[in-house]
C-alpha cells in the first residue's frame, strides 16, 4: 500500500472515528438529560457512570475474541490452533484413538483394518513418545538433502541414518541442546516431477507432510505457478511451516533482498516475515589464481536459529496440535471405511427387498396405482436398514417412518412418475396382457429402492432429513434412480427377475395348440 493511501485511509478511520464519538457524547447527553427528569440531581452522575461502565463491559466481551489475536500479536501461529491447552488437545487425541479401536471392531475388510491399526499404533507411539518431526519438502533441484547435510553439521546429536537418495523418504534423529524432545529430520522425494513415477513421490511427499509438527518448504527462487500451489496447499494443512530460500550465494545482495521480498508479499496473510528465511546450503567454490579454490561452509545459521526458536518457544504445541490433527483423520478415516461397510450391507437390504416386493405384485396385483407408494415402503426393510446402522428400532416407529416417506412419494406425484418413466420400455416389449402387471411390479421395486436410499441417507445422517427435510431427500434419490445408467441397469434386472418370469408364467398357462389335421 502506497503513502497516499495510508493518508486517505488514516483520514477515513479518524472521520469515522469523531462521528463515532460525536454519537457517543449526544447518546449520554439524552441520557442525562432524560434521568434528571426522574432522579434526583445526585443521583443522576452515579447511575449514568454505572451505565457507561456496564456498556463498555458488554462492548469488551462482545469484542473480545477480534481483540484477543491482536493483543497475542502479528498473525495466528497455526491456521487453525486450537484453544484448549496442550495437555487437553493430547488427552483428546488419546481419547480420539480409543474410539477408533471401537469402530475397527466393526470393519470387516480385513487389509483395510490391518492398514489403519497400524497407523494407530504408530499414533500411539508418538502420542507416548513425542519427538518432534520436521519434515523438508521441495522440488528436485532447490537442495533440500544438502540443507539436511547442513543442519546435521551444525546441530549437536546423533544422526539416525545414513544420508541417501531421497527416492524415498529418509530420517534423520539428532539433539538439539536445551531441548529434552528428540528431532526427526524428514527428507522427501522431490515434488513437481512429471511421470508416473514422479506423482507417487510427490504424493509420498505431502503423506509425509501430513505427519509433521514443522515443515520446511525449500525454493531457489521466486514461486512458480505450481510452487505456489503447494505452498497454499501446505499452509492449509494447519501446521507451522517456514519457507527456505536456498543458493543465495548464486546471488547478489540485491537480488537476495528483492527475492525475499518478493517471497514475503506472496506468503503474507499465511506466513509472518522471520518465517521467510535465506541459507546456502551447498556455496560454490572460490577459484583462487595459483591455488586450491576455497570451499566456503554452508550459511544455515539463521535458519538454524529460527528452527531452534520456533521448537523451544512453540515445541509442545506443535506436538500437541499435530497429534490431535492426525488422530481426527485417522478417526475420520476409519469412519468413512465403516460408512462404506454400512452403504454396502443397506444398499444389498433395499436390493432385496424391492425385487421380494416386485415378485409379491406380480403374483397378487394390487388394485389401484395409489397403493404402490405404500407398496414400495417396507417397515421390515427400515428396521434392517436401522440395524445397519447401529439404530434399534420399534416396529411401530419403523412403519410411521415408513408411512411418511409412502405419503411423500404420493405427494411429490413420483409415483404417477414412477409409472410414466417405466411404462414406455416395459410396454414396446410385452403382450398386452403382461403389461399391467410387469408395470406395477417394476413400479413397486423402483420406488422402494427411491425409498430404501432415503432411509439409508437418513440413517448415515445420524436419523435426521437434513436442512431440505424428507421431501428433498427422496427428490434427490428419485432424481439419481432416474440417470440413464442406472436406470439401464435397473431395466435389465427388472427383465430377468420381473417379465421373464411372467412369460414362462403365461406360456405354462395358455393351452396347447392343435395339430393340424393331416
Not at 57 to 82: D, E, Y
Not at 273 to 302: M, T, W
Request: proline share 4%; net charge positive; charged share 20%.
Amino acid at each position: 500500500m502506497n503513502t497516499r493511501k495510508r493518508l486517505w485511509l488514516g483520514l477515513a478511520l479518524l472521520l469515522a472515528a469523531l462521528v463515532v464519538v460525536g454519537i457517543v457524547l449526544q447518546t449520554i447527553n439524552q441520557l442525562i438529560w432524560q434521568l434528571s427528569a426522574v432522579l434526583p440531581y445526585g443521583l443522576v452522575g452515579p447511575v449514568v457512570s454505572l451505565l457507561m461502565l456496564a456498556a463498555a463491559a458488554l462492548l469488551l466481551q462482545l469484542a473480545w475474541p477480534w481483540l484477543q489475536p491482536l493483543l497475542k500479536g502479528g498473525i495466528s501461529r497455526r491456521a487453525a490452533a486450537p484453544s484448549q491447552p496442550a495437555a487437553n488437545r493430547r488427552e483428546a487425541a488419546r481419547q480420539n484413538l480409543e474410539a477408533i479401536d471401537q469402530t475397527l471392531e466393526q470393519v470387516r475388510d480385513q487389509v483395510e483394518r490391518e492398514l489403519l491399526q497400524q497407523e494407530r499404533q504408530r499414533m500411539a507411539q508418538e502420542l507416548e513418545r513425542g519427538d518432534l518431526v520436521v519434515v523438508i519438502l521441495g522440488a528436485g533441484s532447490v537442495g533440500k538433502t544438502s540443507l539436511i547435510r547442513a543442519l546435521l553439521g551444525e546441530l549437536v546429536g546423533d544422526v539416525g541414518a545414513a544420508m541417501g537418495s531421497t527416492a524415498i523418504s529418509q530420517r534423520y534423529r539428532l539433539r538439539l541442546r536445551g531441548l529434552e524432545r528428540a528431532i526427526w529430520l524428514v527428507d522427501t522425494p522431490g515434488i513437481l516431477e512429471s511421470g508416473t513415477d514422479g506423482q507417487s513421490r510427490e504424493q509420498l511427499a505431502r503423506d509425509q507432510a501430513s505427519k509433521a509438527d514443522l515443515l520446511l518448504l525449500v525454493v531457489d527462487g521466486d514461486l512458480r505457478r505450481a510452487e505456489l500451489e503447494v505452498f497454499q496447499a501446505l499452509a492449509g494443512l494447519g501446521k507451522r511451516l517456514l519457507l527456505v530460500l536456498n543458493k543465495c550465494d548464486l546471488r547478489g545482495e540485491q537480488e537476495e533482498a528483492r527475492l525475499l521480498d518478493l517471497l514475503r508479499q506472496r506468503s503474507r496473510g499465511k506466513l509472518a516475515g522471520a518465517d521467510v528465511i535465506p541459507v546456502s546450503a551447498s556455496p560454490q567454490s572460490i577459484p583462487r589464481p595459483g591455488g586450491q579454490p576455497l570451499q566456503p561452509g554452508p550459511e544455515v545459521e539463521s535458519l538454524l536459529r529460527r528452527i531452534a526458536a520456533v521448537l523451544h518457544q512453540d515445541g509442545e504445541e506443535l506436538i500437541a496440535d499435530n497429534l490431535l490433527l492426525q488422530s481426527r483423520q485417522l478417526s475420520d478415516a476409519s469412519r468413512a471405511l465403516l460408512s462404506g461397510q454400512r452403504q454396502q450391507d443397506a444398499e444389498a437390504i433395499v436390493e432385496r427387498t424391492m425385487w421380494t416386493c416386485a415378485g409379491v405384485l406380480a403374483v397378487t396385483p394390487l388394485p389401484g396405482l395409489d397403493l404402490l407408494g405404500t407398496a414400495a415402503v417396507n417397515a421390515q426393510m427400515v428396521v434392517e436398514i436401522a440395524r445397519v446402522y447401529g439404530v434399534q428400532l420399534s416396529r411401530q416407529s419403523a412403519q410411521d417412518l415408513a408411512m411418511s416417506v409412502g405419503r411423500t412419494l404420493a405427494g411429490l406425484g413420483l409415483v404417477k412418475g414412477g409409472v410414466s418413466l417405466l411404462s414406455t420400455s416395459l410396454s414396446l416389449s410385452l403382450p398386452s396382457l403382461l403389461v399391467g402387471r410387469a408395470l406395477q411390479a417394476a413400479t413397486g421395486a423402483w420406488l422402494t429402492r427411491v425409498a430404501g436410499l432415503s432411509f439409508i441417507t437418513y440413517f448415515a445422517q445420524d436419523q435426521t432429513w437434513g436442512d431440505g427435510g424428507i421431501q428433498d431427500v427422496v427428490q434427490r434419490q428419485f432424481d439419481l434412480s432416474r440417470r440413464d445408467a442406472d436406470l439401464r441397469r435397473f431395466l435389465q434386472t427388472a427383465f430377468s427377475r420381473v417379465v421373464e418370469p411372467l412369460q414362462r408364467q403365461q406360456e405354462k398357462q395358455l393351452p396347447p395348440r392343435r395339430r393340424p389335421n393331416r
